[in-house]
């Protein structure tokens, strides 16, 4: 995901964390969402440092494996069914009490 630009809610990367597919990205990609570097996702601001990430994966099968656990249980817990129910009901919540 290297964007350099741009601005909005970031679908494409909540899709991939949610398929557990690992994100090599910019900060700017994932601007916002709270991800943690080597944690959810990898850093690389440039092409040279996607492939460093991309050859580090390859090198160390654990990495991916754990960044697309890691990944999908932060889509699940952000953007998943309860997620979105607890924030609709907070929602309506606070206008009926305001």
Not at 32 to 51: D, K, Q, V
């Amino acid at each position: 995901m290297p964007l350099t630009v741009g601005g909005g809610t970031r679908i494409k990367a909540i899709e991939a964390l949610a398929a557990g597919v690992v994100i090599i990205a910019t900060g700017k990609a994932v601007e916002g969402m709270g991800l943690e570097n080597r944690f959810h996702y990898l850093n690389a601001e440039t092409p040279s440092e996607a492939l460093s990430c991309l050859n580090e994966c390859l090198e160390n099968p654990e990495l991916p494996v754990s960044l697309a656990e890691n990944g999908r249980a932060f889509a699940e817990a952000n953007f998943g069914q309860e997620a979105i129910e607890s924030a609709v009901a907070d929602a309506v919540n606070s206008f009926i009490n305001p």
